[in-house]
C-alpha cells in the first residue's frame, strides 16, 4: 500500500489481482494524512481477507455438494484419479522421469516400464500412502509425519527414512536451519499449526512454507510438504492443490519469496484451480 498526493488530496493507493487481472483502487484520505493510517490499512487488509475467506468458503460448500451426489464407488475411482495425479507431479518436480501414463500403468494395471528401479518403487509407494491418507482423519503430529516419510523412502533411502535430518542441507542458494535445531522448530511448527484459527486454505499455504524452510528431513521435504497441505485441505472438507510439474518453475519462485510473497502464491493459485466452484 502507498500513500498518493494529488494535488491538495492525499489518497491510499492499493493493488490486487482479481481474476487474472491487477485491480488497483484509492482510498480518500483527505488534506492530510490522518494519525490512524495504520489502522485504516489494517481494516483495508481484514476486508480483503474476509472477501477471500467467502470465495474459499463458496468453494469449499460446492465441492461437499458435489461429492455427497456422487456413488461411493465413484468417490473411490475419483480419490484414485486424484492419487495418480498428484503422484505423478510431485515424484517429477523431484526429478522422476516417469510419466503421467506410466504412472497409471505402474499403479493400475501393474505394468513396470523401462526406467529407473528407485522412480518405480517409489512411484507405487507414494500412489499407495496418499490413497491411505485420503480415508484416514488423522490429525498432523511428529508421529504421523515422521510415518508418512518412512511409508514414502522405507525401501529405497532406509538410511534416512522416518527420522529428521542429523545433518546441514543446502537446497540451491537456501542453507536449512542446523540440524540440531531441526527438533525445536518442528515443536514450535506443529504447535503453531494446532493453535491457528486461520482458515485451511491459508493455513495450508503457511505450513508448507514453513516445512519447507525448516526441511526437517534428509531428503523427501517436498514430497512430504505437499502431502501435509492437501491433507490439511482435504481433511477440513476443502478440495485438494496438485502443484504441476509444468508450473514448477512459478512454484520454485515462490518458495524464495517472504512466506507473504508465497501465501499470495498459493492463494492465486487455489482460486484460479477452483475458480468454478465459487462465480
Known sequence: MNIIKKREYYYLRYSFRNEGKVTTKDVYLGKEVPGNI???KQKIMRERQKQMYQKFEKIRTNFQK????S????????KEEIAIAFTYNTEAIEGSTITLEETREIVVDKIAPNKSLRDIKETEVHFKVFLNMLSKKE???KTILLQWHKDLFGETK???AGRYRDFHVRIGGYIAPDWQDV???M????EFFRQSKLNPVELAARTHYKFEKIHPFGDGNGRVGRFLMNHLLWRNGYPMLIIEYKKRQSYYKALRRTEDGFVQYFIRRYLSVHKKRYL
Open 38 to 40: 495504520e489502522e485504516i
Open 66 to 69: 458435489e461429492w455427497k451426489k
Open 71 to 78: 456413488p461411493e464407488s465413484a468417490k473411490q475411482r475419483e
Open 139 to 141: 490429525s498432523i503430529s
Open 158 to 160: 532406509p538410511d534416512i
Open 183 to 185: 527438533e525445536k522448530l
Open 187 to 190: 515443536k514450535e511448527f506443529l
